[in-house]
C-alpha cells in the first residue's frame, strides 16, 4: 500500500463525458489544412508524461531506507475508540482535569510498510523526520510484517504489566510474585546451579513474598558476595549456593532470568489498539497514579512524555526522541518528561515553547506531574549540554 494518496482517484467518469459511437472523431474528419502541433508543443507534452510516469513511480517503488516521524499521541486519562484506556476496578478512583499523552513514532520502511522515494524526500526536509537505512531499524531482513506486529504487540502487553505492578507499589500496596526461573546468564555461577522452572521463594534466609522483596534483599549484597538462594524444584525446597556476579552499574547480580508472574491486589485493564512496544509504560504508571488518588495532580495541564518501566519503577530509554518531542508540541501538550538516559538526544531539539523535564524512576515522574500541575514546573531538573 502507497505511503500517500494518489494524486488522483480513479473515476468511473469519462474524462470529457459520456462520448457515444457517432461521436468518435474520425481520421477523414480532420481539415486538411488544420494546424500541426510545433516541436516545443510536442516536447512539452513528452515532458509532461515523463514527470506523470516519474511522480507514479515516487509513489509506488520501495526504497532501502526507513522514514521515522513524529506519530499520534493518546492521553491515556482519556478515551480510545470510546473505551476508557485505563480502566481500574476493585479500588477508589478520581476525576482528572488535566491530560497525560503518551507518545509515538510513525515508521515506513519495514516490513509491509515499505518507504517509497517520495516518503524519503519528505524526511530529508523535514526537521522532525529521520531517514537512515532501512537495516538500521530492521535489522533482521527475514522478518515478517505479521513478526513484526507480534513483538511490538507483546512489548505493549509487557509494559502495562510493567506498569500496573510499578504504580501499585508506588501508591504503597503490596503486590505478591511467584518468582520462576526461566534461565541462567551464559558464564555466570548460577549457570548449572539453577534450573529452568525453579521457583525463589527466599534469599539468604529471608522470605520473598514478591519482587520488591528480591530487589531489596540484592541492594545489601555486593559483587562478589556468596548467597543462598532457596528454590522450590519439584514440589520440594532446596538451597542453592551462588556467588554473585557484577551488573554494569557495579551492583551485584545472581545471574538468573526471572519470569515473575503477578497476583494483582487491583484489577487494571489498559485497551489500547494500533500502537506497540514498550516505550509507554511511564506514562501508563503515570495515568493511574493519578486516577487512583484524590490530588489531581496534573491538574488541567497538558503533559506527554515516554520511557520504558520495569516493576520497581526505574524509567529507560527510548527511541525516536525527537519526533516524540515534536509529536507532542503538536498536539498541545506544554510539557513533556523525557526518560534522563535520552537526555543527549534532547538538548538543542525541543520544539516550540515545549517544556522537558528529565526523569528516572516512576517516583520522579510523579513528583514532576505534581509540581507541573501545581505551577512550579521551572523548578524540575531538565536536559543540559553538560
Same mark, same amino acid.
Given at each position: 500500500?502507497?505511503?500517500?494518496?494518489?494524486?488522483?482517484?480513479?473515476?468511473?467518469?469519462?474524462?470529457?463525458?459520456?462520448?457515444?459511437?457517432?461521436?468518435?472523431?474520425?481520421?477523414?474528419?480532420?481539415?486538411?489544412?488544420?494546424?500541426?502541433?510545433?516541436?516545443?508543443?510536442?516536447?512539452?507534452?513528452?515532458?509532461?508524461?515523463?514527470?506523470?510516469?516519474?511522480?507514479?513511480?515516487?509513489?509506488?517503488?520501495?526504497?532501502?531506507?526507513?522514514?521515522?516521524?513524529?506519530?499520534?499521541?493518546?492521553?491515556?486519562?482519556?478515551?480510545?475508540?470510546?473505551?476508557?484506556?485505563?480502566?481500574?476496578?476493585?479500588?477508589?478512583?478520581?476525576?482528572?482535569?488535566?491530560?497525560?499523552?503518551?507518545?509515538?513514532?510513525?515508521?515506513?520502511?519495514?516490513?509491509?510498510?515499505?518507504?517509497?522515494?517520495?516518503?524519503?524526500?519528505?524526511?530529508?526536509?523535514?526537521?522532525?523526520?529521520?531517514?537512515?537505512?532501512?537495516?538500521?531499524?530492521?535489522?533482521?531482513?527475514?522478518?515478517?510484517?505479521?513478526?513484526?506486529?507480534?513483538?511490538?504487540?507483546?512489548?505493549?502487553?509487557?509494559?502495562?504489566?510493567?506498569?500496573?505492578?510499578?504504580?501499585?507499589?508506588?501508591? %504503597?500496596? $503490596?503486590?505478591?510474585? +511467584?518468582?520462576?526461573?526461566?534461565?541462567? #546468564?551464559? @558464564? *555466570?555461577?548460577?549457570? &548449572? !546451579?539453577?534450573?529452568?522452572?525453579?521457583?525463589?521463594?527466599?534469599?539468604?534466609?529471608?522470605?520473598?513474598?514478591?519482587?520488591?522483596?528480591?530487589?531489596?534483599?540484592?541492594?545489601?549484597?555486593?559483587?562478589?558476595?556468596?548467597?543462598?538462594?532457596?528454590?522450590?524444584?519439584? %514440589?520440594? $525446597?532446596?538451597?542453592? +549456593?551462588?556467588?554473585?556476579?557484577?551488573? #554494569?552499574? @557495579? *551492583?551485584?547480580?545472581? &545471574? !538468573?532470568?526471572?519470569?515473575?508472574?503477578?497476583?494483582?491486589?487491583?484489577?487494571?485493564?489498559?485497551?489500547?489498539?494500533?500502537?506497540?512496544?514498550?516505550?509507554?509504560?511511564?506514562?501508563?504508571?503515570?495515568?493511574?497514579?493519578?486516577?487512583?488518588?484524590?490530588?489531581?495532580?496534573?491538574?488541567?495541564?497538558?503533559?506527554?512524555?515516554?520511557?520504558?518501566?520495569? #516493576?520497581? @519503577?526505574?524509567?529507560?530509554?527510548?527511541?525516536?526522541?525527537?519526533?516524540?518531542?515534536?509529536?507532542?508540541?503538536?498536539?498541545?501538550?506544554?510539557?513533556?518528561?523525557?526518560?534522563?538516559?535520552?537526555?543527549?538526544?534532547?538538548?538543542?531539539?525541543?520544539?516550540?515553547?515545549?517544556?522537558?523535564?528529565?526523569?528516572?524512576?516512576?517516583?520522579?515522574?510523579?513528583?514532576?506531574?505534581?509540581?507541573?500541575?501545581?505551577?512550579?514546573?521551572?523548578?524540575?531538573?531538565?536536559?543540559?549540554?553538560?
Amino acid at each position: 500500500m502507497p505511503d500517500e494518496p494518489l494524486p488522483f482517484p480513479p473515476s468511473d467518469e469519462p474524462a470529457h463525458g459520456d462520448v457515444g459511437p457517432a461521436e468518435v472523431a474520425r481520421t477523414d474528419d480532420v481539415p486538411a489544412d488544420a494546424p500541426r502541433p510545433g516541436a516545443r508543443a510536442v516536447t512539452l507534452t513528452l515532458s509532461m508524461l515523463v514527470s506523470a510516469a516519474v511522480f507514479a513511480v515516487m509513489l509506488v517503488v520501495p526504497t532501502a531506507y526507513a522514514v521515522s516521524s513524529p506519530g499520534p499521541t493518546k492521553d491515556v486519562l482519556g478515551e480510545d475508540q470510546g473505551k476508557p484506556l485505563i480502566t481500574i476496578s476493585g479500588a477508589p478512583t478520581y476525576p482528572s482535569t488535566g491530560e497525560l499523552h503518551l507518545t509515538t513514532v510513525s515508521a515506513t520502511g519495514g516490513p509491509g510498510y515499505p518507504s517509497t522515494p517520495l516518503r524519503v524526500l519528505q524526511g530529508w526536509f523535514s526537521p522532525w523526520s529521520n531517514v537512515q537505512p532501512r537495516e538500521v531499524l530492521f535489522p533482521d531482513a527475514g522478518e515478517t510484517r505479521e513478526q513484526v506486529d507480534k513483538a511490538n504487540q507483546q512489548a505493549m502487553v509487557s509494559s502495562q504489566e510493567n506498569a500496573s505492578v510499578a504504580a501499585l507499589t508506588e501508591l %504503597g500496596y $503490596e503486590v505478591p510474585a +511467584t518468582l520462576t526461573v526461566a534461565g541462567a #546468564v551464559q @558464564g *555466570s555461577h548460577a549457570e &548449572g !546451579v539453577v534450573q529452568t522452572g525453579d521457583i525463589i521463594v527466599a534469599l539468604d534466609g529471608t522470605p520473598l513474598p514478591d519482587y520488591q522483596s528480591l530487589l531489596d534483599g540484592l541492594a545489601g549484597v555486593e559483587a562478589g558476595d556468596t548467597i543462598t538462594l532457596t528454590v522450590r524444584r519439584n %514440589g520440594a $525446597e532446596k538451597d542453592l +549456593t551462588i556467588e554473585t556476579g557484577t551488573k #554494569v552499574d @557495579g *551492583s551485584a547480580m545472581i &545471574g !538468573v532470568y526471572i519470569d515473575p508472574t503477578f497476583d494483582m491486589p487491583v484489577d487494571i485493564t489498559i485497551s489500547i489498539d494500533g500502537i506497540g512496544g514498550p516505550s509507554a509504560g511511564t506514562m501508563f504508571a503515570l495515568g493511574i497514579v493519578d486516577k487512583m488518588t484524590k490530588l489531581d495532580e496534573a491538574n488541567g495541564e497538558v503533559i506527554a512524555g515516554t520511557g520504558t518501566i520495569d #516493576v520497581n @519503577g526505574a524509567v529507560g530509554p527510548i527511541g525516536g526522541i525527537r519526533q516524540k518531542l515534536e509529536g507532542a508540541r503538536r498536539d498541545g501538550a506544554t510539557w513533556f518528561l523525557a526518560p534522563a538516559s535520552n537526555c543527549k538526544e534532547v538538548v538543542g531539539h525541543v520544539p516550540g515553547d515545549l517544556h522537558v523535564a528529565k526523569i528516572a524512576t516512576l517516583h520522579e515522574a510523579r513528583e514532576a506531574m505534581t509540581a507541573i500541575g501545581a505551577g512550579k514546573g521551572a523548578s524540575l531538573p531538565t536536559c543540559t549540554a553538560g
